[in-house]
């Protein structure tokens, strides 16, 4: 069933451009995107969402919140579900709750979206599993078509609930006019290549299998990224320890100097998030002020950057969710690697279910 592959986890990294297919699939005409599960009228009479979820999903939100602003000017918060349940939370009335969940049973996800059906809200699911608990409890959903996921950590469902959101922004942009011709234009460029984005380059994976083995000790990764970076930082560190047990921590890198900066020596591995096309000076910078305090830096960026002290080179684009995805991929098998590494079952990681139904 693995294919050929060692683990779960790496074929569903490697089925991800097969799955952002699919996720296209009926979903691009002439005239911009299609989401036939949520009609047009509906979508528009909202005047906010509210995106809740939990882990993986969570950093999918965060994503989505960059999005849906963006494109369909629409005013996004996002909760984790967990905190969002006890803290008496005070919804608008006239917005959308939505909720991400790959499995469709988390318990936190499951309650948040009850307690906004009780409010009185209408809800969405961005969900995998049809028939799912959250499914069931929700007045619309619209489901991830990433297939069954059996890596515990999560790959291609984390890549099927961002596009979900992107096209949601797209959709729901066009439905209230807030995209330009020139902007629904590039952005639908943009999705249709998102499949060669996601591809593994044999190059890529060779490069990270033997850069793995500098990183197995140290006291600790900070993942810093500026913009959908940020969410993407904090994914890639989620990735590392739930499978290497190694500490890993997302931050935002203009946030650093805020205090984490003091934390900063050698043995302190910072992987940096540097695209081309989004705040590339900005984050170069932040980089700058953690070189100089001597922590090594891993800098995932399309070009030579003298400060690195390894570079993992990726393609240049110019459009930010295309290096976001090809980002992503390098995260992913960056983690998978420094964990088979060090010995560890990566399908089956300590302390951890694929699904926590309990909460
Ligand atoms: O099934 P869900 O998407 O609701 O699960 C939420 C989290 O438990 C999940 O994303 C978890 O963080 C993953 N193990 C991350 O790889």
Redesign the pocket.
């Known amino acids: 069933q693995k294919e050929g592959f060692r683990y779960f986890m790496e074929k569903e990294t490697y089925e991800q451009s097969a799955v952002v297919s699919d996720i296209l699939t009926g979903r691009i005409g002439k005239g911009g995107i299609r989401l036939d599960e949520l009609p047009a009228d509906w979508l528009k009479r909202f005047s906010s969402i509210t995106l809740c979820?939990?882990?993986?999903?969570?950093?999918a939100a965060l994503t989505g919140a960059y999005l849906l602003e963006r494109l369909a000017k629409v005013p996004t918060r996002v909760e984790i579900?967990s905190e969002f349940r006890y803290r008496e939370p005070i919804l608008d009335p006239t917005g959308l709750f939505a909720?991400?969940?790959?499995?469709?049973?988390?318990a936190d996800?499951l309650e948040a979206l009850k307690l906004a059906s009780a409010q009185g809200l209408e809800t969405l699911a961005l969900?995998?599993?049809d028939n799912s608990s959250?499914v069931r409890a929700a007045s619309h959903t619209v489901l991830l078509r990433a297939g069954i996921e059996k890596?515990?950590?999560?790959?291609k469902?984390?890549t099927a609930?961002v596009m979900a959101l992107w096209l949601l922004a797209i959709y729901w942009g066009q439905a209230r006019s807030e995209l330009s011709e020139e902007t629904l234009a590039r952005e639908l460029d943009a999705l249709r290549r998102v499949r060669v984005a996601v591809k593994v380059q044999p190059r890529v994976h060779d490069r990270l299998h033997r850069l793995s083995k500098r990183y197995l000790h140290g006291h600790g990764f900070f993942f810093i990224g500026r913009d959908i970076f940020y969410p993407l930082a904090l994914?890639g560190a989620?990735?590392l320890k739930?499978i290497s047990y190694l500490h890993a921590e997302g931050y935002p890198a203009g946030e650093m100097k805020h205090g984490p900066i003091a934390l900063a020596d050698a043995e302190l591995f910072t992987v940096a998030l540097m695209p081309r096309s989004c705040l590339h000076e900005k984050i170069k910078s932040n980089v700058e002020e953690l070189s100089a305090r001597d922590a090594t830096i891993v800098a995932i960026t399309t070009e030579y950057f003298e400060l690195a002290d390894d570079i993992i080179q990726i393609r240049a684009y110019d459009h930010p969710m295309l290096e976001f995805f090809e980002m992503m991929v390098v995260l992913q098998l960056l983690a998978l690697e420094i964990a088979v590494r060090l010995g560890n079952d990566v399908d089956m990681p300590r302390n951890?279910a694929?699904?926590?139904t309990v909460e």
């Not at 909720?99 to 988390?106: K, L, Y």
């Not at 890596?151 to 790959?155: E, Q, W």
């Open positions: 979820a939990c882990g993986t999903s969570y950093h579900a909720v991400i969940s790959q499995s469709g049973e988390t996800t969900c995998n599993v959250i890596g515990v950590a999560s790959t469902a984390f609930q994914e989620l990735k739930e951890l694929k699904s926590v």
